[in-house]
């Protein structure tokens, strides 16, 4: 079955480091990729997607790029704010042979930015 | 602009009582679904729907069943409540395989 491999967490970082989240994915199609992203008390909220291969999504200064050779979405951010503290989740959906669609998550990581 | 509502947001049962989560959506979306969300085990999938009148097993499925009567409307129901089911309760909708658009959460806590 499609599974979503996260890196281990929690992150604590800087204000204004760079932040990487390496995202892994087993898929016997061709998914889309989503990163979700949870604030305290909420719910979850797209960040960004991607489609197919090579597709780069991009939002709030965060991007991730399908990459089919090595199955991997890892988001990225080249200057974190205190404002980005929260957990997020790379997520997989595929047409699966019954035409169901589902969604798919890994674990989520905290994400902890210090002024 | 309501999007997907959940009620209700909190609630204490005791061991053995029933509930049911309500889940509304107000985007006309064909696919729903309930997960349960649980520290280090991120967001496990308990039940989905793909349209008004089906249902579909999830991941965890056990001790709670589901109704779409409605297209806009998904229940999640506790027959007899456990402490294991504690947890925060997640709905969220979607059309296909495009992105889901979530609640806000229900923090259940069984004693």
């Known amino acids: 079955g499609n599974s979503v491999t996260q890196m281990e967490g929690p992150v604590t970082l800087s204000e204004e480091a760079f932040l990487t989240i390496n995202c892994t994915y087993t898929?016997?199609?061709?998914?889309?990729l989503f990163w979700y992203v949870q604030y305290p008390g909420e719910g979850l909220q797209l960040l960004l997607k991607?489609?197919?291969?090579?597709d780069k999504g991009s939002n709030k200064g965060f991007e991730a790029t399908y990459r089919k050779e090595t199955t991997s979405f890892h988001l990225e951010k080249g200057s974190v704010q205190v404002s980005d503290s929260a957990v997020y989740f790379c997520?997989?959906?595929?047409?699966?042979?019954?035409?169901?669609?589902?969604?798919?998550f890994g674990k989520g990581i905290t994400l902890s930015v210090r002024p | 602009n309501a999007g997907v509502t959940q009620t209700p947001k909190f609630r204490v049962l005791k061991t053995g009582q029933s509930m049911t989560l309500l889940c509304a959506q107000d985007?006309?979306?064909?696919?729903m679904y309930w997960y349960r969300q649980d520290p280090g085990m991120g967001l496990r999938l308990i039940h989905y729907?793909?349209?008004?009148?089906?249902?579909a097993k999830g991941e965890v499925p056990d001790g709670y069943n589901v109704s779409r009567l409605k297209k806009q409307n998904f229940l999640l129901g506790l027959e007899s409540a456990a402490p294991s089911q504690t947890s925060v309760y997640f709905c969220?909708?979607?059309?296909?395989?495009?992105?889901?658009?979530f609640g806000q959460g229900t923090r259940l806590t069984v004693v």
């Open positions: 969220a909708s979607s059309i296909r395989s495009t992105e889901a658009f």
């Open positions: 898929a016997t199609g061709y998914p889309s």
């Open positions: 991607a489609t197919k291969a090579d």
């Open positions: 997520a997989l959906s595929e047409i699966s042979a019954g035409a169901n669609s589902k969604l798919t």
């Open positions: 985007m006309n979306h064909e696919y």
């Open positions: 729907s793909v349209g008004e009148g089906t249902t």
